[in-house]
C-alpha cells in the first residue's frame, strides 16, 4: 500500500472551510485515497473516498491532483463536532484478499470558536 | 446511529477473568472486523471474518478467540490477558470483504485489565 503523509495537527475558525491535505506520491493506478476521522474515545467514522475524480457528500468534498500524488480533504463549513483526528488511507481494495486499512497517526484537527 | 453497536461500551476484567465482547451489525454486509487501539498507538487489525469465516488472523496471542456465529454477529472472547492488553476494542462491518467499500466502526469496548 502507498504511503501516506498528513500534517500532524491544524487549526480551523468555526464556520470557516477546512482543508486537510494528504501525500500519497506513490499512489498505483488500482489505489482508491479514503478519508475516516475519529473523534475522540469513539469509532472512527468513514467520511469520504475516490480514485480520480474528485468527489462530494453531504460531509465533505475530496479533491485528488490530475496525477494523483496528492490529495485534499475540505469541510466547507467547519463546526466545533468537526474536532476529531483525520485518517487519509491509500489502498487497492482488490488486493490481498480483503479490504484492509491501515491508520497511520493522521491529521488532528481542532476547530474553535 | 452507526448500524453497529457494541457491548460492553466499559469493561474491567482481572487477568483470570473471561469475558466477551458483542458486536452486531444491523446493515446487513457480509464482512466484519475487529481492530485494537491502545493509547497513543494506531489501530491494528485484529480480524476479518467474510460470510462467518474467518479470513484474517493478524498475528493476535491466542488468548484473544473470535467468534461469528452468523453476518450480523460477532464476538471477542477473552481469557488470561495482560494488562498491556488494556485499549479501546472496536467492531467494524463492509458490504463485502473485498471491493471499495467502507467500513462502517462501532462505538468500541474500553477494556482495562487489572
Known amino acids: 500500500d502507498a504511503k501516506t503523509t498528513q500534517p500532524t495537527s491544524m487549526d480551523c475558525a468555526e464556520g470557516r472551510a477546512a482543508n486537510l491535505p494528504c501525500n500519497h506520491s506513490t499512489i498505483s493506478g488500482n489505489e482508491y485515497v479514503y478519508w475516516y476521522r475519529q473523534i475522540h474515545s469513539q469509532g472512527p467514522q468513514y467520511i469520504i473516498h475516490g480514485l480520480k475524480n474528485n468527489e462530494t457528500n453531504e460531509m465533505a468534498s475530496l479533491i485528488i491532483t490530475e496525477d494523483r500524488k496528492s490529495s485534499t480533504l475540505i469541510l466547507p463549513h467547519a463546526t466545533l463536532r468537526d474536532t476529531a483526528v483525520y485518517y487519509c488511507i491509500v489502498r487497492d481494495p482488490f488486493s490481498g484478499g480483503y479490504n484492509k486499512l491501515i491508520f497511520g497517526a493522521g491529521t488532528r484537527l481542532a476547530v474553535h470558536p | 446511529e452507526t448500524g453497529v453497536t457494541q457491548t460492553p461500551r466499559h469493561l474491567v476484567m482481572g487477568m483470570t477473568n473471561k469475558k466477551s465482547l458483542k458486536c452486531e451489525q444491523h446493515?446487513?454486509?457480509?464482512?466484519m472486523y475487529w481492530y485494537k487501539q491502545s493509547a497513543k498507538k494506531p489501530l491494528e487489525l485484529m480480524f476479518v471474518?467474510?460470510?462467518?469465516?474467518?479470513?484474517e488472523n493478524n498475528s493476535v496471542p491466542s488468548r484473544f478467540s473470535p467468534e461469528c456465529p452468523n453476518s450480523s454477529h460477532l464476538f471477542l472472547h477473552l481469557h488470561t490477558l495482560q494488562p498491556e492488553d488494556s485499549a479501546l476494542y472496536l467492531c467494524a462491518s463492509s458490504r463485502e470483504r473485498q471491493g471499495p467499500y467502507e467500513q462502517y466502526f462501532g462505538p468500541g469496548t474500553r477494556l482495562t485489565v487489572t
Open positions: 446493515l446487513g454486509h457480509n464482512a
Open positions: 471474518y467474510n460470510f462467518k469465516e474467518q479470513t
